[in-house]
Structure formats: C-alpha cells, structure tokens
C-alpha cells in the first residue's frame, strides 16, 4: 500500500535545525563501511552527501582527501561520484565542493 507523503503538521519526525557538527561527527563518515559491491570511497561521499548540508560537506571533503580517499572513485559503469551528484537539480554547492577537490567526471554510461 502506498501513502501519500506527509507535510507540515502530519510529518512524524520533525525538523532539526542547529545541529552541532563537529570536526569530529564530519570525519565519522569516513569510517562508514560499504554494502558488498559498493566501493568504499563511493559509499562514503554518497553517505555524506545525502547526510550535511553543504556547508558541512565543504568541510567533510577535504577531510576525506586528506585522508587518502579517492575523489574520482568509479562505479563498474566508468561513472564517478560528481557524475551522480551532477544529476540533481539544488546539487550546485556540491558539485562545486568537488570540483575544487579536483573531482572529474568519468565515462558516461551508455
């Protein structure tokens, strides 16, 4: 059965707004293990992105280059992380973040 999704007062889980986001909750990301199959760097910048806001994600990047990570990590398709993030309309603080990391785009799937 599928619901309509909920908005305003009918929402379960309200807002949080003023979170603390410390150096220390930022680099937590970086110890997240992947599902089987999922390259770990990927897993970790999806996690990220989907997870702070870009400010928060501005900070997080160069941790995870500073960290050794890989930035232009592939998917099996040649497709890298800034490929996905490019798909997303509100992605532009984001992409930008990348790119200043050096983030390229990969092979676009046919």
Known sequence: MIEEKKT??????PATRN???SDERIRAFLDLQPPEGVPT?????TKAY???LPEHFA????????????????????S????HVARHRAATPYLEVLEAAGAR???QPA
């Open 8 to 13: 305003g007062k009918d929402r379960t889980q």
């Open 19 to 21: 979170e603390d986001w």
């Open 41 to 45: 760097d990927y897993h970790i910048l």
């Open 50 to 52: 989907r997870g702070m």
């Open 59 to 78: 900070r997080f990047v160069p941790f995870f280059v500073a960290e050794g990570h890989d930035i232009n990590v592939t998917l099996a398709d040649g």
């Open 80 to 83: 890298t992380f800034l490929d």
């Open 105 to 107: 785009h990969g092979q």
